[in-house]
């Protein structure tokens, strides 16, 4: 110890006239102002990192990393319902991920994959793969992140045991210990898979495609081995992001270097130089927001001082044990991965969603954002009974394997069993021929100022509110679309009416749209996203890579919830804009007759 002061006052000689450093005329500064100053910004997790090297350190934030958990986790379970509910969002999701596979990858000889979808646009093989890739890792994702969430508020528990017993002088208490060591294995574990993940889909994804190639396929093993492209074919110098997403997917090298240095490093690469955001497919940037996550998490624990020094060191004396504890809690997902290629076998005569040679039409296409018309309407009866096929067979097979369905290999880590929405059968409208009289022809008159009409926003928000029928569960407005899953049941609850100013209400009447409405509305711009969740009482936070955090701060819920930024472009796509509207409707029970101009 005095050594280390001796070392202060050399530093701060400057201070140490009086022979002290605790000197009144010197007073203990208040705490450094944040980085981020102009109100118009939101925090970021770079910004965050940054300001943490000039802060003293504090305990694990237990609350907030729960919260950004707890969000993934409903991202998760969100993300697999709308996968058996919606077939449009089931159909975008299979593309996207066929669209990252490697049999994409050409040969060192130019030659495509012997199962590749260059050979047959329906190739059965293929599909599987692609359907079987993408089911495991939807509700190995929910695993993952249910276990954390899990072992977070056992940790937070702990705390507030021992909360009298920890101190820095002392060692913390066996069980908090085994706790921490044991956490910090969970996160070892799931950030695993992330990062192969990584490494599969990154090179394949396609911008970074034309970066690499495959070695000819060894007809032997299903492995598929690729390589770069020699630097002096495609470009001279060095290729930055191609080289950081290079560690970040190898273990070894991203201990070396740091996983969150290496997240810094890609964050301030796409934010300095755009065009280097282009090139990271939204897949990519979702696997990436994954791994911040994960970085975060370590960070508190290797943070967590003065123990943390001495956490390897621990971790070696009961490694075994621990390795074989978490493998354990990860065993549904070692069910789910060991079986996927038997279930998965066949199920592309139901679930590719690309014309077949023999249907010569496209499955799941599901129009639910136009306007319902009788064709529309059997359009998407006919996508919901193509969907509800394929989940039928996927389920059998499963049961049939396994002994349980899917959900019910994961039903503990499930929020609800919810049910599914389903468009009912057409009926055609009822035209009613209203009576003239000099109201309705002084309406008219007066329609092309938009005053108070029976058309008008104002009266439609009026009407919504006012006829608002409470049920168990979510809010939910009468006559609403029963193709659309947004509304569900919830708690009976008094819903709130949010004033808002026009910007906010363009965008909450854009997300909660009724297609029975002519007109159809554009893209949202993400700034005017982030403005109205700020209005309606969100703190918000960026993550890395693509992910926003949301987290109520004066609304009457707890739950927080996350949504990605749209990629490359900031602008949210109509469709897309719709499926945040139905995750708002799930989570909080909104609807569009809540918001109102202030």
């Known amino acids: 110890m005095e050594f280390l002061v001796e070392c202060c006052k050399i530093i701060l000689h400057d201070l140490n006239e009086s022979g002290s450093l605790c000197d009144p005329k010197f007073p203990i ?20 990192a940054i300001e943490r090297q000039y802060r003293a350190p504090v305990a694990f934030d237990y609350k907030r990393m729960r919260s950004i958990i707890s969000a993934k986790r409903a991202e998760a379970e969100d993300h697999i319902w709308s996968l058996r509910e919606d077939p449009s969002y089931f159909a975008d999701t299979i593309m996207e991920w066929s669209e990252h596979r490697r049999e994409r990858l050409p040969d060192t000889n130019g030659h495509s994959h012997p199962v590749g979808p260059a050979v047959t646009q329906d190739h059965a093989l293929f599909w599987e793969r692609v359907i079987a890739f993408a089911a495991a890792n939807s509700y190995g994702s929910l695993i993952n992140w249910n276990i954390i969430e899990k072992q977070l508020k ?17 060692a913390l208490p066996r069980e908090y210990l085994q706790a921490l060591l044991t956490f910090r294995q969970m996160l070892t574990e799931a950030q695993t898979r992330v990062m192969k993940n990584l490494e599969n889909d990154a090179p394949a994804s396609p911008p970074l495609r034309c970066h690499y190639v495959r070695q000819p396929q060894n007809p032997h093993t299903t492995v598929i081995t690729i390589m770069e492209v020699p630097l002096d074919q495609r470009t001279k110098g060095k290729d930055n992001l191609l080289f950081m997403l290079e560690f970040l997917w190898d273990p070894v090298k991203t201990f070396n ?15 300095d130089d755009p065009s280097q955001k282009a090139r990271l497919s939204s ?4 696997l990436i927001s994954d791994l911040g996550i994960f970085a975060q998490l370590r960070d508190e624990l290797d943070n967590y001082e003065p123990w943390a020094a001495g956490m390897d060191y621990e971790f070696s004396k009961v490694h075994e044990k621990i390795e074989k504890e978490v493998f354990a809690q990860f065993g549904a997902r070692q069910v789910i991965d060991g079986n996927m290629k038997y279930v998965s076998t066949g199920l592309e005569l139901l679930g590719a969603p690309v014309a077949s040679s023999r249907d010569k039409q496209q499955r799941f296409y599901y129009p639910s954002e136009k306007r319902r018309t009788k064709e529309n309407h059997e359009a998407m009866r006919q996508a919901e009974a193509e969907l ?20 019910e290999i994961v039903e503990g880590f499930l929020f609800e069993n919810r049910d599914l929405k389903r ?9 009613v021929v209203a009576k003239k009289s000099k109201k309705g022809t002084l309406e008219k008159s007066f329609s092309r100022f938009d005053l108070d009409t029976n058309d008008s926003p104002s009266s439609k928000i009026a009407t919504s509110t006012r006829e608002k029928i409470k049920t168990k569960g979510q809010a939910k407005t009468p006559q609403a679309d029963p193709a659309e899953p947004e509304t569900e049941t ?23 749209f009724t297609p029975n409405q002519t007109d159809t509305p554009g893209e949202i711009p993400w700034a005017d996203f982030l403005h109205a969740m700020d209005k309606t009482g969100f703190r918000i936070e960026k993550l890395y890579g693509s992910v926003w955090h949301f987290e109520p701060t004066k609304l009457d819920v707890e739950r927080d919830i996350n949504f990605h930024e749209p990629h ?7 469709k897309i804009a719709r499926r945040m509207g139905r995750r708002l409707a799930r989570a909080y029970g909104w609807h569009v007759g809540m918001f109102v101009v202030q």
Do not use: C, M
């Open 568 to 574: 490359p472009h900031s602008k949210i796509p109509y």
């Open 29 to 48: 500064e208040a705490a450094l102002p944040e980085i981020t100053t102009d109100a118009s910004e939101y925090p970021t997790t770079v910004a965050l």
């Open 388 to 407: 509800d096929a394929f989940w039928a067979k996927f389920d059998s097979k499963y049961k049939y394997k396994v002994g349980k369905t899917i959900n």
């Open 257 to 271: 270097f740091g996983l969150s240095d290496l997240l810094d490093q890609i964050e301030h690469l796409a934010i």
């Open 154 to 170: 056992v940790l937070e528990t702990l705390q507030e045991k021992y909360s009298s017993v920890i101190s820095p002088g002392k």
């Open 423 to 431: 468009t009912p059968e057409w009926v055609e409208p009822i035209e």
């Open 490 to 512: 919830t708690q009976e609850d008094t819903q709130p009416t949010f004033s808002v100013d026009q910007r906010s209400l363009k965008v909450f009447k854009t997300i909660f």
């Open 283 to 286: 897949k990519v940037t979702g």
